[in-house]
């Protein structure tokens, strides 16, 4: 089962098609307060999905243009402004099953100028650093309901998905990655 999340009815209503749904049903793209409740299956794409962004990332755009392509108008979590509760980053740390370093961005100064790439540092260190400093934190991650990836190279984020592509999509350096028949066109990079 997955969830259907609720939200209080001051939020933005979604703009799909679940608008007509009664109050109980309803969700949002708003990045208000969301409550989950276990119901019967997913809504119609609108919203169900999180992706903690950077926009200056062309992995990070490309992989919201795909979920946007879908269907879907994710919550999006700009990462390079406010890193994620511990807690919460913890838990997506967890559920996607990687060691903490890798999720470091070993090519921004502050890795070598905080002494990160030692192998004595521990996981509490790695993870104190980049909630201090959340553009250490490799991006895009992106929470669905059918789990939780760094999304690397962008095309990953299509495993995540639960709706189809609704048109062609090439990322924006022109490498196709839907074709017209709404298939991947590459599939070698996500094996």
């Known amino acids: 089962m997955y969830r259907i999340w609720r939200v209080h009815r001051s939020s933005v209503p979604c703009p799909g098609p679940c608008g007509g749904l009664p109050d109980h049903l309803r969700h949002t793209a708003s ?14 794409g609108c919203a169900l999905i999180t992706i ?27 990462l390079r402004q406010a890193a994620p509760p ?7 740390i967890r559920r996607m099953d990687l060691p903490v370093r890798n999720l470091l961005r070993i090519e921004h100064p502050l890795y070598e100028a905080l002494g990160l790439g030692d192998s004595d540092c521990s996981d509490n260190s790695l993870l104190d650093a ?8 490799a991006c895009p991650i992106v929470e669905t309901p059918l789990g939780v990836r760094l999304v690397r190279p962008a095309e990953v984020v299509l495993n995540l998905l639960p709706n189809a592509q609704a048109a062609p999509f090439a990322k924006e350096n022109g490498q196709p990655v839907i074709d017209d028949q709404g298939r991947r066109v590459d599939r070698s990079s996500l094996e």
């Open 31 to 44: 990045l208000g307060a969301w409550r989950p409740s276990y119901g019967l299956s997913l809504l119609h």
């Open 86 to 92: 511990r807690d919460r980053f913890v838990d997506l």
């Open 130 to 137: 980049m909630l201090r400093h959340p553009e250490l934190i």
């Open 52 to 78: 903690f962004h950077d926009p200056e990332s062309a992995t990070s755009r490309d992989a919201l243009a795909l979920i946007r392509n879908s269907g879907a108008e994710p919550r999006i979590v700009l």
